[in-house]
């Protein structure tokens, strides 16, 4: 795992706790594996993947073998991500019609891909695409369809929200995405593992377990 630059438990910013997740979640890519990383914060993902590692990137609009952001002189306006992120290609990249990007992603093609979430609940279930507030654009693009079709759906996410109120819960209050179809959630305080057993903390940042047990209040954390 590459080093984090900051110590969890100091204060951060939003984009440092960002980098931070991604960090640990590009450390944990199995190689070679083809990928499609979520709008938004999970696109942070691509930036930290180690060199050599065979991942293959997928993005929704189109195109395998994404490579980093693009900065400077490396940005085309043509070369973008789903979330109209300028990005760099990497040798051997192909693009292809939406239709067919589709296709892999509903076909099981794609080994992972990483979502953001408003809420997970404690059965794997993925809620991310509207809160139900007054006005909310929803924004769900295509998330159900790699939800169900990718053949292992991580979600990066801060565990609790602005309120501090937790996002893993026993039970999703928010619109659903897919049921149970998340294996692991890479937070700002620890890695959780999601299966028929529960919610297991596999790595926990700057806060104790009995201080996780309180915060989650319902949630049951199975043994670790």
Request: hydrophobic share 40%.
């Amino acid at each position: 795992m590459s080093p984090d630059p900051q110590p969890r438990s100091q204060p951060r910013s939003k984009d440092g706790i960002a980098a931070a997740i991604a960090r640990d979640i590009a450390a944990e890519h199995p190689g070679g594996a083809y990928v499609n990383l979520g709008i938004g914060q999970p696109t942070l993902v691509a930036d930290h993947l180690p060199g050599g590692s065979g991942i293959v990137l997928h993005t929704e609009n189109g195109m395998l073998n994404m490579g980093p952001a693009a900065h400077g002189d490396d940005v085309d306006p043509d070369l973008i991500n789903a979330g109209k992120v300028p990005v760099t290609e990497l040798p051997g990249a192909a693009y292809f019609h939406q239709a067919d990007s589709f296709a892999m992603m509903r076909g099981g093609h794609l080994d992972v891909c990483v979502l953001g979430a408003f809420q997970v609940s404690a059965a794997g279930d993925l809620a991310n695409w509207h809160t139900g507030a007054p006005g909310a654009i929803p924004a769900v693009g295509g998330a159900m369809d790699l939800a169900i079709g990718a053949k292992r759906v991580w979600v990066m996410m801060t565990l609790f929200d602005k309120r501090g109120t937790p996002k893993i819960v026993p039970r999703c209050d928010y619109p659903l995405t897919a049921l149970a179809c998340i294996d692991r959630v890479y937070t700002d305080l620890g890695t959780f593992e999601v299966g028929p057993g529960g919610v297991r903390a596999r790595e926990l940042h700057g806060i104790s377990r009995p201080e996780l047990v309180e915060r989650l209040g319902p949630v049951e954390l199975a043994d670790a």
